[in-house]
């Protein structure tokens, strides 16, 4: 670091107090936490959620904000991992007014803000819509930016995605295009494509023209078998890699 390079301020740990709760499918769940002394994060950053047990025991996990950065609160989405040491609690059994400690914001490539510009990419597989909507809330706090985004949502089944209300509604609309698949149940009357994301599904969900595909910020997230054939397939399609932010999680919760 040169003498003249600021300095980050430190990354601590915050007491988040939970200030409401809403179901978003069988098994997700979004808390709303009001975190004193928060310093603010931008569209694609995570935190570290940390739970204490009354012996002592501690737990944690990291979990993508899914709330803009205009936001009041830091809200983050979380699926239910049977088997994991956090999650359950918190999609569960977490209501108004309890707390525990989150680490953050945390994360750098995988981030993006709209004095950055456009269009966007997204492409999230499940719960990997989470910082993707993030992205997509902080688009919408800013309609003037006219940033035009295309995004791809795979989802197991009808009842496993999350936000489909918010995103068939979210604004500005004029320059937003979402498209969705159904890899295992579609919901009843669906039309669209039912099968994982392929080459033709790409092309036809992403910018149109060769010209607008080179200007795309693209950011990809989900499980890492999804993540790892949609960056391959993007890339054989002839985007850019440096152009490409990919993020993907485990089953451990």
């Not at 209501?95 to 945390?106: K, L, M, S, Y």
């Not at 035009?148 to 004029?174: D, F, M, Q």
């Not at 937003?176 to 009357?189: E, I, S």
């Amino acid at each position: 670091m040169t003498p003249d390079a600021p300095r980050r301020a430190p990354i601590r740990w915050h007491v988040a107090t939970v200030r409401d709760a809403r179901a978003e499918s069988p098994t997700a769940r979004t808390l709303v936490l009001d975190v004193p002394e928060w310093p603010g994060h931008r569209a694609g950053h995570h935190v570290d959620v940390r739970l204490t047990a009354e012996d002592g025991y501690q737990a944690s996990r990291s979990y993508s904000i899914a709330s803009a950065p205009e936001h009041d609160a830091v809200e983050l989405t979380i699926e239910r991992f049977e088997d994991g040491e956090v999650s359950p609690y918190l999609v569960d059994e977490a209501i108004a007014g309890d707390q525990f400690e989150v680490r953050g914001p945390i994360g750098g490539p995988f981030t993006w803000s709209v004095d950055e510009g456009g269009p966007l990419y997204l492409i999230g597989g499940g719960s990997g819509m989470v910082p993707l909507m993030a992205m997509l809330r902080h688009r919408a706090a800013h309609p003037d930016a006219h940033i035009t985004a295309y995004v791809l949502v795979s989802n197991r089944s009808a009842t496993a995605g999350i936000y489909t209300t918010e995103l068939e509604t979210l604004t500005p609309r004029e320059q937003l295009h979402v498209a969705w698949t159904y890899t295992r149940q579609a919901p009843d009357g669906w039309r669209g494509w039912t099968r994982r994301v392929d080459d033709a599904m790409l092309r036809a969900a992403g910018p149109p023209d060769d010209a607008v595909k080179a200007a795309a910020r693209v950011f990809v997230c989900g499980p890492p078998p999804f993540v790892g054939t949609v960056t391959l397939l993007l890339v054989d399609h002839g985007y850019d890699p440096g152009a490409i932010h990919a993020e993907d999680f485990d089953t451990t919760g």
